[in-house]
C-alpha cells in the first residue's frame, strides 16, 4: 500500500488490521479527535482522502481565521473557547520550537476589533455575551482612529476590542495538530478515500479505495460538507453554503496592515458594509469576507464553485468606503464549501442509521476555532470519560431539532 503521510518524507505507516478508533476526515474537527484520542492511549488511524494535511479544499480554505473570547453568539460558548486557546497556544509554541518547524505560524496575537454603531444588535449581543467573563474593552471613536487609523468611521461609530482575539492560520494548525496526534501513536494515511462503513460484530468495518479495511472499535466521521456520502443521515442535518474570500493589496508596503498593527475583526455598518477583515499575513494582503446571505450548493467539491463579478464589485465598494490604505480592487479571490447547521450548533452524536459510528462535523466556522474543546468532547463521549477540568461544549446530537 503506497500512501502519503503528513510529511513527504515520512515513512508509509502500515494499516492496522484492527484499531480502538478510526477518523475520517482530517480537517480541523478530525484531526483534534485524533490528537485527544491518541494522547489517551487509544489505538487510533485518521484518514484524509486528500494529498496533503492542511489542505485548502474543505471549510478551513482561505488561510486565516478569526479567534475570540467576546463570542455574540452567548455565554455558553466562553468556556470551550478558553480551553480551545489554550490548545491553540500549546500546539503553537510546540511548533515553534519544532526541529523541522512550519513555515507558516499557527497564529497571530493582536486582538478582535470590531468597529461599527454601538447600537448595532452585533455589538450590543458581544457585549452582553462578554459581561464578567471576557476582558472587552469599548473604544471611543477619536481613540479608534489614533490606534488603527486604517478604519473610515462614520458619524456615531465606536470599537469593541477583545485582547485574547487573534488570527488562526488554519493549514498550519491542522498540520500541527495531526503531528501531536502522530507523535502520540496515531497512524495518518492521506490521499486514502473511506469508500463504505458497515456494522461487523461490536465494531465497524472501514473500508478504503483499492480495497483494503479496518475494523474499529468506533468511527468518528469528521468529513465536513463530505460527511453525507458516508452517512447519508446528516445531509438533513445540514445546508451546504458557498463561502467567498477576497484578498487586497497594501498600496504601500509600510508593515500598516500586518497583524501587530491591524487586528483581525468585523466591520458592522449595515448593508454591504458588514464583513469580516483580515490583516496581511503574507503576501496575499488584507482579506474581507462579505457578510451576505451565502449560495446554497449542492456538492462539497469547490472546483465547481462560481464568483460573480458582480459579487466581487460589491466587495472592493465596501472596501473603499470603509478601509484606508489599500488597493481599490482585488487581486485574488476564493471559493469554499461550508456546512451550516440551523442554529449553527455543531453536530456530535451518533449516527442514527450506523450503530458505533459517530457524527462530528457541522457548525459553519464556529467548528474551527473550538475544534480542540469539539475533538476532545467526541473522545469524551465515546469513551465515557471526561478530560479533567473538561469544558462544557455546546453541541447538538443527529437527529434533534434546532435550538431557536
Given at each position: 500500500?503506497?500512501?502519503?503521510?503528513?510529511?513527504?518524507?515520512?515513512?508509509?505507516?502500515?494499516?492496522?488490521?484492527?484499531?480502538?478508533?478510526?477518523?475520517?476526515?482530517?480537517?480541523?474537527?478530525?484531526?483534534?479527535?485524533?490528537?485527544?484520542?491518541?494522547?489517551?492511549?487509544?489505538?487510533?488511524?485518521?484518514?484524509?482522502?486528500?494529498?496533503?494535511?492542511?489542505?485548502?479544499?474543505?471549510?478551513?480554505?482561505?488561510?486565516?481565521?478569526?479567534?475570540?473570547?467576546?463570542?455574540?453568539?452567548?455565554?455558553?460558548?466562553?468556556?470551550?473557547?478558553?480551553?480551545?486557546?489554550?490548545?491553540?497556544?500549546?500546539?503553537?509554541?510546540?511548533?515553534?520550537?519544532?526541529?523541522?518547524?512550519?513555515?507558516?505560524?499557527?497564529?497571530?496575537?493582536?486582538?478582535?476589533?470590531?468597529?461599527?454603531?454601538?447600537?448595532?444588535?452585533?455589538?450590543?449581543?458581544?457585549?452582553?455575551?462578554?459581561?464578567?467573563?471576557?476582558?472587552?474593552?469599548?473604544?471611543?471613536?477619536?481613540?479608534?482612529?489614533?490606534?488603527?487609523?486604517?478604519?473610515?468611521?462614520?458619524?456615531?461609530?465606536?470599537?469593541?476590542?477583545?485582547?485574547?482575539?487573534?488570527?488562526?492560520?488554519p493549514p498550519a494548525a491542522v498540520r500541527a495538530t495531526v503531528a501531536a496526534g502522530r507523535a502520540a501513536g496515531a497512524t495518518v494515511l492521506t490521499g486514502t478515500r473511506v469508500t463504505e462503513l458497515r456494522q461487523e460484530g461490536a465494531g465497524v468495518r472501514v473500508v478504503l479505495d483499492g480495497g483494503a479495511s479496518v475494523l474499529a472499535g468506533g468511527v468518528v466521521v469528521a468529513g465536513g460538507a463530505w460527511t453525507s456520502r458516508l452517512l447519508p443521515c446528516f445531509a438533513a442535518e445540514v445546508e451546504l453554503r458557498r463561502a467567498v474570500s477576497h484578498w487586497f493589496r497594501p498600496l504601500e508596503e509600510?508593515?500598516?496592515?500586518?497583524?501587530?498593527?491591524?487586528?483581525?475583526?468585523?466591520?458592522?455598518?449595515?448593508?454591504?458594509?458588514?464583513?469580516?477583515?483580515?490583516?496581511?499575513?503574507?503576501?496575499?494582503?488584507?482579506?474581507?469576507?462579505?457578510?451576505?446571505?451565502?449560495?446554497?450548493?449542492?456538492?462539497?467539491?469547490?472546483?465547481?464553485?462560481?464568483?460573480?463579478?458582480?459579487?466581487?464589485?460589491?466587495?472592493?465598494?465596501?472596501?473603499?468606503?470603509?478601509?484606508?490604505?489599500?488597493?481599490?480592487?482585488?487581486?485574488?479571490?476564493?471559493?469554499?464549501?461550508?456546512?451550516?447547521?440551523?442554529?449553527?450548533?455543531?453536530?456530535?452524536?451518533?449516527?442514527?442509521?450506523?450503530?458505533?459510528?459517530?457524527?462530528?462535523?457541522?457548525?459553519?466556522?464556529?467548528?474551527?476555532?473550538?475544534?480542540?474543546?469539539?475533538?476532545?468532547?467526541?473522545?469524551?463521549?465515546?469513551?465515557?470519560?471526561?478530560?479533567?477540568?473538561?469544558?462544557?461544549?455546546?453541541?447538538?446530537?443527529?437527529?434533534?431539532?434546532?435550538?431557536?
Amino acid at each position: 500500500m503506497t500512501r502519503n503521510d503528513v510529511s513527504p518524507s515520512a515513512p508509509s505507516p502500515t494499516l492496522p488490521d484492527r484499531c480502538d478508533l478510526l477518523v475520517v476526515g482530517l480537517g480541523p474537527l478530525g484531526a483534534h479527535t485524533l490528537r485527544e484520542a491518541a494522547l489517551r492511549g487509544l489505538d487510533v488511524v485518521g484518514v484524509e482522502q486528500q494529498a496533503r494535511i492542511g489542505h485548502e479544499e474543505g471549510a478551513a480554505g482561505g488561510h486565516t481565521r478569526i479567534f475570540r473570547l467576546a463570542y455574540k453568539e452567548g455565554p455558553a460558548y466562553v468556556p470551550a473557547l478558553r480551553e480551545s486557546l489554550d490548545v491553540w497556544r500549546d500546539l503553537a509554541a510546540r511548533a515553534a520550537k519544532a526541529p523541522h518547524g512550519d513555515a507558516e505560524p499557527l497564529l497571530h496575537p493582536g486582538g478582535v476589533l470590531t468597529v461599527g454603531a454601538p447600537d448595532h444588535p452585533d455589538l450590543r449581543a458581544t457585549v452582553e455575551a462578554a459581561r464578567g467573563l471576557v476582558d472587552l474593552e469599548v473604544v471611543p471613536a477619536a481613540e479608534v482612529a489614533r490606534r488603527w487609523p486604517q478604519h473610515l468611521l462614520r458619524p456615531g461609530d465606536a470599537g469593541l476590542y477583545d485582547p485574547a482575539g487573534l488570527v488562526l492560520r488554519p493549514p498550519a494548525a491542522v498540520r500541527a495538530t495531526v503531528a501531536a496526534g502522530r507523535a502520540a501513536g496515531a497512524t495518518v494515511l492521506t490521499g486514502t478515500r473511506v469508500t463504505e462503513l458497515r456494522q461487523e460484530g461490536a465494531g465497524v468495518r472501514v473500508v478504503l479505495d483499492g480495497g483494503a479495511s479496518v475494523l474499529a472499535g468506533g468511527v468518528v466521521v469528521a468529513g465536513g460538507a463530505w460527511t453525507s456520502r458516508l452517512l447519508p443521515c446528516f445531509a438533513a442535518e445540514v445546508e451546504l453554503r458557498r463561502a467567498v474570500s477576497h484578498w487586497f493589496r497594501p498600496l504601500e508596503e509600510t508593515g500598516e496592515f500586518g497583524p501587530d498593527r491591524f487586528p483581525v475583526g468585523f466591520r458592522r455598518s449595515g448593508g454591504d458594509d458588514e464583513f469580516s477583515y483580515f490583516p496581511a499575513v503574507d503576501a496575499r494582503g488584507v482579506k474581507v469576507n462579505l457578510h451576505v446571505r451565502k449560495q446554497v450548493v449542492t456538492a462539497p467539491e469547490r472546483h465547481a464553485l462560481s464568483i460573480p463579478d458582480a459579487l466581487s464589485d460589491r466587495v472592493a465598494a465596501s472596501v473603499r468606503r470603509t478601509l484606508r490604505g489599500l488597493e481599490t480592487r482585488w487581486h485574488e479571490r476564493a471559493a469554499y464549501v461550508e456546512s451550516y447547521t440551523p442554529d449553527l450548533r455543531c453536530v456530535l452524536g451518533p449516527a442514527p442509521e450506523l450503530p458505533g459510528c459517530w457524527i462530528l462535523a457541522g457548525g459553519s466556522g464556529q467548528a474551527f476555532k473550538m475544534a480542540p474543546a469539539l475533538g476532545r468532547a467526541a473522545v469524551d463521549r465515546l469513551t465515557g470519560t471526561a478530560a479533567p477540568g473538561a469544558a462544557p461544549v455546546v453541541t447538538r446530537a443527529p437527529g434533534r431539532p434546532p435550538t431557536t
